[in-house]
């Protein structure tokens, strides 16, 4: 079980929102789609539930593509919100489990479920226009889910949550995997993805810039940041093949340098000169990678 996307591409006019996309995403995965604005993801998505239809390519979920797929097989959270204001909680997700084929009560069995996990049980009978904007959203990812999809698809769902309400909803993603749910995600915090998933691609301009293993990302990005602390003046540093900048805070000098054997080298100068109290190298983030690849940070 996979969903594949082949080659596809996407234009809108003379606008290519998305450029001969290949992504394969194994079920039971939880795959993570980082991008600046405009990059495709959003686009990307809308082919994955079968809302736009690729100008070339392929998209498929277990082998079809997903015009043809039940409709209770895939979940979608838009990143464009859209719930009834004026309908109740309950109401509302009666009406839009029961166009997925669900009866009412397994409905309401699964909704109850889900409004204790997200501690707002009293909101069952609330009207939708009357949550706040965080509740509102966790209402919304109770419309993507109440149907047990195989393949979930949301489009920034941490998006505009406080922390402890960011914390349930990541619990409630990782328990949706842990069952066996397929999970794609687009977030603009790289900390999310970092934290939850295992695969992920950054898009740039409608291609993947990144692609893969976050393990295999990291370790195949040779730059590496230094972080020394001594009782001695470290600006000779600067001028050491391989560092690429320095930055000297009151405690720490921090160094980026193009790898590993430039932390060796250092490592074996600084011998000569005095105690060191601190030597340590650190992994790149998720944001260094994306800083590089795509040039920019978010804004
Ligand atoms: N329906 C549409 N008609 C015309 N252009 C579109 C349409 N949808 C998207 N685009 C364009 O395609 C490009 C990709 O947009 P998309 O919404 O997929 O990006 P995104 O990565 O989701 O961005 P964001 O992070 O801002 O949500 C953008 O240049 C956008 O303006």
């Given at each position: 079980m996979a969903l594949r996307m082949e080659n596809v591409t996407k234009r809108f006019g003379a606008k290519t929102a998305v450029d001969q996309l290949f992504l394969h995403i194994d079920s039971g995965e939880m795959f993570g789609m980082l991008g600046a604005n405009g990059a495709g993801k959003t686009t990307t998505f809308r082919m994955m539930i079968g809302l736009f239809a690729p100008d070339d390519g392929g998209v498929s979920w277990n082998g079809s593509p997903p015009q043809s797929l039940d409709a209770r097989i895939i979940g979608y959270l838009p990143e464009e919100r859209g719930l009834y204001p004026k309908l109740k909680v309950m109401e509302q997700m009666i009406y839009l489990g029961r166009l997925r084929g669900l009866s009412k009560h397994d409905i309401v069995a699964e909704v109850d479920a889900w409004l204790e996990r997200f501690h707002i049980p009293h909101y069952r009978?609330?009207?939708?226009?009357?949550?706040?904007?965080?509740?509102?959203?966790?209402?919304?990812?109770?419309?993507?889910?109440?149907?047990?999809?195989?393949?979930?698809?949301?489009?920034?769902?941490?998006?505009?949550?406080?922390?402890?309400?960011?914390?349930?909803?990541?619990?409630?993603?990782?328990?949706?995997?842990?069952?066996?749910?397929?999970?794609?995600?687009?977030?603009?915090?790289?900390?999310?993805?970092?934290?939850?998933?295992?695969?992920?691609?950054?898009?740039?301009?409608?291609?993947?810039?990144?692609?893969?293993?976050?393990?295999?990302?990291?370790?195949?990005?040779?730059?590496?940041?230094?972080?020394?602390?001594?009782?001695?003046?470290?600006?000779?540093?600067?001028?050491?093949?391989?560092?690429?900048?320095m930055t000297v805070g009151a405690e720490e000098t921090m160094l980026a340098i193009r790898d590993e054997t430039v932390a060796k080298d250092i490592f074996s100068r600084l011998q000569d000169y005095g105690y060191v109290r601190h030597f340590s190298v650190q992994e790149p983030t998720l944001h260094d990678i994306f800083i590089e690849k795509v040039g920019r940070t978010y804004a």
């Open positions: 009978k609330a009207k939708v226009e009357n949550l706040s904007k965080g509740n509102q959203q966790k209402i919304q990812f109770i419309a993507a889910v109440l149907h047990r999809p195989q393949l979930l698809i949301l489009d920034e769902p941490f998006s505009g949550l406080d922390p402890i309400n960011v914390d349930l909803l990541k619990k409630a993603v990782v328990k949706l995997k842990n069952e066996g749910t397929t999970i794609v995600f687009s977030s603009h915090d790289m900390k999310h993805v970092e934290s939850l998933c295992e695969n992920l691609c950054i898009m740039d301009k409608g291609k993947p810039v990144v692609h893969g293993k976050l393990s295999d990302i990291k370790r195949t990005y040779e730059k590496r940041k230094l972080h020394i602390r001594a009782d001695f003046s470290l600006s000779f540093l600067g001028d050491v093949d391989g560092v690429l900048q």
